[in-house]
């Protein structure tokens, strides 16, 4: 495969090479086997949108650390702040004191909420938290103790969070029971969903959010014991799949009918991933609760949750966290939200993925593996299928093809049973999503050729 440009990943040993085999071992040994890894990348920088291994091996990184290095890796403001702030003061812990940063980013956060303020921030480490903050809170605000959530979803792996996801099997396995009170209903993917074909998507997708007052308040749901509604605006791990504006719309109506709080987890999509500061907000749909973690820090571990004022009511000792809002953390996301803010980075997002999707829009029609492309700014998806006509998920050939996209230096992670998720920093140029798009493509034709 040739990726001969004048911008490109740089592979001068065989994967893995000598010093990343070495580390392997050792992991091997020591490092809880429940992590998941795609493929044997041995990070040791990275700048922007490049990480070189162990080895000096150079790749483009289109997972950007899992949608989490927004700004990209290592940028210089960013670091300039954590070094700043780590120089002044790295913990007192703002359960207990204050940090004047708390504030300063809670103020900047408020001004770019998905809905209209005023607001209360709540601090933790990762989105798991921001979602069990969320959980515990929608639960203390309306005293009632049911929520609902989405076949597809993840919440995160924490019990309360856990509870909530409903992606993968394994992620469930052997930990339960589960914290009561969840039902999980059908999420209105349109490309396995929608019978008749996109034409209908709006039909379907209204079905699967009527589905709450047509069903399920009529059979085993009392609306009155329902404390909130958990939904990704585009799943994550389910596969990068969209909810469509006006299943977001129905949600909205029936949550504002029972006096059900909307809560949206923002957590991979936020900070700027689909062109906007949230994706709710294609939707023109306002949320009560916001979730947000991944690329809100560049790579500090932040979760926030951000709330309507008035929901947020609990007393002190409710809820807390020790390192949540940490002053390097919190550093590090001021820095974030200026480098996004003046580079223009929610435009570039939108403009770089609206060029790789018009690139990307007839691989259905070219290439026999390819069932679906579908995506918002940096958030995109490939969905790799056996069969066209039968959309039998290709799992293994998913596998097959990011890992041949390493071996010619590119990073692209998987999510849902079949999808090949494109998520680079929000700085990447059309150069360089050229470059990754060849890789992609010609990696899907290898693995189609021997398939």
Known sequence: MSTQTLIGPKIITALPGPNAKRVLAEDGKYISPSYTRSYPLVAQRGRGIVVTDVDGNEFFDFSAGIAVTSTGHCHPQVVAAIQKQAAELIHMSGTDFYYENMVALAERLSKIAPMPGPHKIYYGNSGAEAIECALKLARYHTKR??????????HGRTMGALSLTASKPQQKRRFGPMVPGVTHIRYPDVYRGCEGGPQNAEAFALGCARFIEDKLFKTTLAPEEVAAIFVEPVQGEGGYVIAPTVFMQELRRICDRHGILLVVDEVQSGIGRTGKWWAIEHTDVHPDIVCSAKGIASGMPLGVTISKAEIMDWVPGSHASTFGGNPVCNAAAMATLDVIEHDNL???ATEVGNHMMKRMSNWPGKHKLVGDVRGRGLMIGVEIVKDQKTKEYGAAERDRII?????????????????????????????????????????????????
């Open 403 to 451: 890992q041949t996209a390493f071996e010619h230096g590119i990073l692209f992670l998987g999510c849902g049973p079949s999808t090949i998720r494109i998520a680079p920093p929000l700085i990447v140029t059309k150069e360089e999503a050229d470059v990754a798009m060849d890789v992609l493509e010609e990696s899907i034709s290898t693995v189609s050729q021997g398939a």
């Open 346 to 348: 929610l435009q570039n």
């Open 145 to 154: 103790q049911n929520v609902i959530a989405f076949f597809g979803a993840f």
